[in-house]
């Protein structure tokens, strides 16, 4: 059996994950989320690094169930 995105990330990160998925740059996701775009981009870096892939489209694809 394998992790799932939903599994392994953070409900934070999951909520940037969301919104990656809907296409979002970093500072609308910051927007969105009431937080800093700097704080985006650690969520972004950390849902990658958990996700182990290299781009938002990966991750984005992963969220979908869609690749692993």
């Known amino acids: 059996m394998y992790a799932t995105a939903e599994s392994i990330l953070s409900r934070r990160e999951r909520q940037v994950l969301d919104q990656i998925q809907l ?3 970093n500072r609308q996701i910051a927007t969105r ?3 800093s775009p700097n704080t985006v981009n ?3 870096q950390q849902v990658l690094r958990k996700l ?3 781009n ?3 991750a984005a694809m992963c969220g979908r169930g869609l690749a692993t």
């Open 56 to 58: 938002r489209v990966q």
């Open 42 to 44: 650690k969520h972004v």
């Open 33 to 35: 989320l009431f937080v």
């Open 23 to 25: 296409g979002l740059t």
């Open 52 to 54: 182990e892939v290299s």
